[in-house]
């Protein structure tokens, strides 16, 4: 290793303190709201973020959150019985728009699903690391903000090909988070064989990922 990587290295501490610093660095994040009822996950996510220069702003409910409107360059929640419906009515409401991102400690296809059909962008596993929150925001930086959101229904007459019953297993797998070796070994098949079944999957609903394929998921023709 070089001397000026060992330098940055002792400057940043481990190693992967280091990737996540050099991660954010390339994907600038500016101040995120936490919007957490549970005071013990608000200050680890709080302290998670401020070790890669990101400022965190917590609130333990939305009518803090509300009452302020920081400017911020993303809102984390966590998916607690309605608690998102309840932000995203009244984000609208307010005209208050900052993509939200998800997070729960039990992952189900259902509660992702019904997430990102009220506008969250992304939908990620708590635990959280700085790496995770900096990938999901790179990937929505560029997209319309919760107000704008509107869910698209995939005209399944415009697909290749319906979704065969191996892709749909394979994008449920995914939208819990699931990485593709966890995959194989659930449906007993490769990873290299879930890459290409994700692939097809995302190819023939037109979606660039997983959280983008679940929004169009709805309304598709799935055969056995």
Same mark, same amino acid.
């Given at each position: 290793?070089?001397?000026?990587?060992?330098?940055?290295?002792?400057?940043?501490?481990?190693?992967? @303190?280091?990737?996540?610093?050099?991660?954010?660095?390339?994907?600038?994040?500016?101040?995120?709201?936490? +919007?957490?009822?549970?005071?013990?996950?608000?200050?680890?996510?709080?302290?998670? %973020?401020?070790?890669? &220069?990101?400022?965190?702003?917590?609130?333990?409910?939305?009518?803090?959150?509300?009452?302020? *409107?920081?400017?911020?360059?993303?809102?984390?929640?966590?998916?607690?019985?309605?608690?998102?419906?309840?932000?995203?009515? %009244?984000?609208?409401?307010?005209?208050? /728009? +900052?993509?939200?991102?998800?997070?729960?400690?039990?992952?189900?296809? @259902?509660?992702?699903?019904?997430?990102?059909?009220?506008?969250?962008?992304?939908?990620?596993?708590? =635990?959280?690391?700085?790496?995770?929150?900096?990938?999901?925001?790179?990937?929505?930086?560029?997209?319309? =903000? =919760?107000?704008?959101?509107?869910? =698209?229904? +995939?005209?399944? @007459?415009?697909?290749?090909?319906?979704?065969?019953?191996?892709?749909?297993?394979?994008?449920?797998?995914?939208?819990?988070?699931?990485?593709? *070796?966890?995959?194989?070994?659930?449906? *007993?098949?490769?990873?290299?064989?879930?890459?290409?079944?994700?692939? /097809?999957? %995302?190819? *023939?609903? &037109?979606?660039?990922?997983?959280?983008?394929?679940?929004?169009?998921?709805? &309304?598709?023709?799935?055969?056995?």
């Amino acid at each position: 290793m070089s001397l000026f990587l060992l330098s940055i290295r002792h400057i940043y501490g481990s190693k992967t @303190d280091f990737k996540n610093n050099m991660r954010y660095h390339m994907t600038k994040i500016g101040p995120v709201a936490i +919007v957490d009822a549970d005071v013990r996950r608000r200050a680890q996510l709080s302290y998670t %973020l401020s070790q890669s &220069g990101i400022h965190a702003e917590p609130y333990e409910h939305l009518s803090e959150l509300l009452a302020v *409107k920081p400017s911020c360059d993303l809102i984390l929640i966590y998916d607690d019985q309605d608690v998102i419906g309840s932000l995203t009515r %009244l984000m609208r409401l307010q005209d208050y /728009r +900052v993509p939200l991102i998800a997070y729960s400690s039990s992952l189900s296809p @259902d509660r992702i699903v019904a997430a990102v059909r009220i506008g969250v962008a992304d939908y990620l596993a708590w =635990p959280l690391d700085t790496a995770s929150i900096v990938d999901a925001f790179a990937r929505i930086k560029d997209a319309p =903000p =919760p107000a704008d959101i509107r869910l =698209p229904i +995939v005209d399944t @007459d415009t697909m290749s090909a319906p979704l065969t019953r191996r892709e749909r297993e394979v994008l449920a797998a995914a939208a819990e988070g699931l990485p593709n *070796k966890l995959i194989g070994q659930r449906l *007993k098949i490769s990873y290299r064989t879930v890459e290409v079944h994700r692939y /097809r999957a %995302l190819k *023939k609903i &037109g979606a660039k990922n997983v959280s983008e394929a679940v929004r169009s998921m709805f &309304g598709i023709s799935f055969v056995a």
